[in-house]
Each structure stands twice: as structure tokens, then as C-alpha cells.
């Protein structure tokens, strides 16, 4: 599976930018979606994350209410990452993930639980 993320860019605090996460090659095998973010300095952060059947999504805390994350329906179609109300902090390499098992809330978190990862996207936050 091969994961091309597209999307960042430089936008003002408050303001808004959409990602988008783009599956290709044995995408009939990926059960869920995720959205992972790296500051230099810190471990990659989890962010958001999608069932490809169901359409379960989850939230990191610090996003919930601003991010949202949508599509991946049987690994094909583009996954989003819409973010609003961005914030200096937001600043950030974002990754989307691929994942060929079940996702639940405790194996979203891990980046273990991915085995196909795309190129990050630049995401700056200006105040």
C-alpha cells in the first residue's frame, strides 16, 4: 500500500486547511486510516483516526472539536483531515498511516499498529 498525503501549508492562527491521504496498490487489505503529527524535538503524535468499514473515528484531546477526519471507505477513497480553529501549537509534519487490523481506541494511539506510513506535509501556524 502506498499513502501520498497532501495538503499543508501556512495559514494564519484560527484559520483553515484540509489534508488529504490518498491509498493505492492493496487497499482491499487496510482496515483503518490515522493521522499522526511530528514536532522536532518529540515522539510522532497521534491524531485522528478512521475505520474503513464503519467509519469509526477517533480524536486526539488537544484536536477534538477543531479536526475532523472523514473518507478511506474500503481504502480507496481519499482520507481528510479538515482542520479548523488552527492553533500556533498545530504546527507540525503531519503523516497519514495505513493499518491492516481492527482499530480500537488503545491501538490507534500506537504508530506499532501501522505498517504502511505516507510522506509527511508540512503544516505551519502562524500567530
Known amino acids: 500500500v502506498q499513502l501520498q498525503a497532501s495538503g499543508g501549508g501556512l495559514v494564519q492562527a484560527g484559520g483553515s486547511l484540509r489534508l488529504s491521504c490518498t491509498a493505492s496498490g492493496r487497499t482491499f487489505s487496510v482496515y483503518g486510516m490515522g493521522w499522526f503529527r511530528h514536532i522536532p524535538g518529540k515522539d510522532r503524535e497521534f491524531v485522528a483516526a478512521i475505520t474503513t468499514t464503519a467509519g469509526s473515528t477517533w480524536y486526539a484531546d488537544s484536536v477534538k472539536g477543531r479536526f475532523t477526519v472523514s473518507g478511506g471507505a474500503n481504502g480507496k477513497n481519499p482520507v481528510y483531515l479538515q482542520m479548523s480553529k488552527l492553533k500556533p501549537e498545530d504546527t507540525a509534519v503531519y503523516y497519514c498511516?495505513?493499518?491492516?487490523?481492527?482499530?480500537?481506541?488503545?491501538?490507534?494511539?500506537?504508530?506499532?499498529?501501522?505498517?504502511?506510513w505516507g510522506q509527511g506535509t508540512q503544516v505551519t501556524v502562524s500567530s
Open positions: 498511516a495505513a493499518a491492516n487490523q481492527a482499530l480500537n481506541s488503545i491501538a490507534v494511539l500506537r504508530t506499532t499498529t501501522y505498517e504502511y
